[in-house]
């Protein structure tokens, strides 16, 4: 057998010293990184329009490059999309993304370079790996295979020699020849477009295969595990795969699935790691397993900036580096990678659990907060509540979403939250109260605004019927790879579409 586990073992020595330099001089390394970027990038279009041949220091970059979204980029990627070479990054970009990110219908296309393959995808991919290792030396996951349920979109060609997909199907489409040894399933399986189809071919291709390690987001590989001990009979995954140690994790929170997870995974050596990862590349992993925040991955030809989120709105926000962060502050998270986006509102919200090292959490999406009266409610602020009124009711949530009820002249503000259960709480009107408590408890602006009802009246539960949230993203087109219910809206789009479907069969 290929001696993968040696190579990790040796590869993790290495890397264990260059990650330790990130509790050392975090920014040092970051200031080349960006230095080293802007090199590479200063003969192309972008780097032209914006002067990079002048940027010695960070406070050029920052006062010469606006900040951009996916909008004011888009003309740059279009430019890419028709073949023209030196655009955003040196030479020509074969590949492109597609995602439609969490609240949105429309398609964004994030170019993938040589390098942001490399150099961050895959390089992100061996650190896993690595720091699986040095947390567990006596591991067994170099024993068998890991499978990874990724997204549903084939690749196709968009012009003469450049290709689209979601990012699983680019990442297989350029994957090193030695992960065949070790990944399920085939590509021709993997970039099946019907994702219940593929759920299924997966299932039937793997039940008897050793499979050591899966990876994706969690609410999608629930569907697969579940789909597994189907036909296999079996009431834990562990009959089915006996080597099972490892759940490689990320897209959406694991709070809401953690216990459901416990419950059809029982073996004590099941390890679980949360990423960071997206089509624009990935940023951190979860190196402590005893903590639930990650490391913030600094050499991976990634520049990060950080605006804090009440300055978001305002024309000109001013975005903080490595060395001006705060903890337990919120910020929209800004990128300038390897693959040639420049000071790039990705649209997370994330917060510094750590500085030195650099450690994070994803708090939400710039579009998925609740404001309307002030409350200033986060997904994290959600998530921590719904947490905590599952444990004191023995509840346990399945999917959720989160919606304001507007005032009018005959009654105030309200939020209302459309919850599906997998196990419901004896009472629904005590598990209301708790959370609304516990909401209060979490967010002091929730809390001001509930005070005596002066402005909020009591949030509204409203239950979901069995199946709901899968049947309204299956009903979008949005079944699989990245797509996520969206937990928090500052509007009612998405939870007036729900609520119509819940009453109906």
Known sequence: MFPFKSLIGLYARQRKKTLGQFAINPFHIQQTELLNLIRKAKKTHFGERYGFVRIKTIEDFQQQVPIHTYETIKPWIERQQKGEADILWPGKIRYFAKSSGTTSDKSKFIPISRESLKGCHFKSGLDILAVHYMNNPDTRVFSGKTLTLGGSTQINPLSKGSYFGDLSAVLISNTPFWTLWVREPKAEIALIPDFELKVKKIAESTIRKNIVAFAGVPSWNLVLIKEILKIAGKSHLEEVWPNIELFIHGGVSFVPYRETYRELITTPRMKYMETY?????????????????????????????????????????????????????????????????????????????????????????????????????????????????????????????????????????????????????????????????????????????????????????????????????????????????????????????????????
């Open 277 to 505: 990862n997206a089509s624009e590349g990935f940023f951190a992993l979860q190196d402590n397993p005893q903590t639930n925040d990650m490391l913030l991955m600094l050499d991976y030809g990634v520049f990060y900036e950080f605006v804090p989120l009440n300055q978001l709105d305002k024309e000109m926000p001013k975005a903080l580096t490595l060395d001006k962060v705060q903890l337990n502050t919120p910020y929209a998270l800004l990128i300038s990678t390897n693959g040639g986006l420049w000071r790039y509102l990705i649209g997370d919200v994330i917060e510094f659990t750590s500085i030195v090292p650099p450690k994070i959490i994803i708090s939400g999406r710039t579009k998925q907060y609740i404001n309307v009266f002030g409350e200033e409610l986060m997904v994290n602020n959600a998530l921590e509540a719904l947490k905590k009124t599952c444990a004191e009711t023995e509840a346990r949530v399945r999917e959720f979403t989160v919606a304001p009820i507007y005032m009018d002249s005959n009654k105030k503000g309200a939020h209302q939250w459309l919850i599906e259960f997998e196990t419901p709480p004896e009472s629904e009107e005590t598990f209301r109260m708790l959370l609304d408590q516990n909401l209060q408890a979490i967010n002091s602006d929730y809390e001001a605004k509930r005070f005596n009802n002066t402005v909020l009246e009591p949030l509204q539960l409203v239950i979901a019927r069995e199946g709901l949230f899968y049947e309204w993203m299956k009903q979008r087109g949005k079944l699989g790879g990245q797509n996520k219910i969206p937990l928090l809206s500052n509007d009612r789009q998405y939870i007036d579409s729900l609520l119509v479907m819940n009453c109906t069969e």
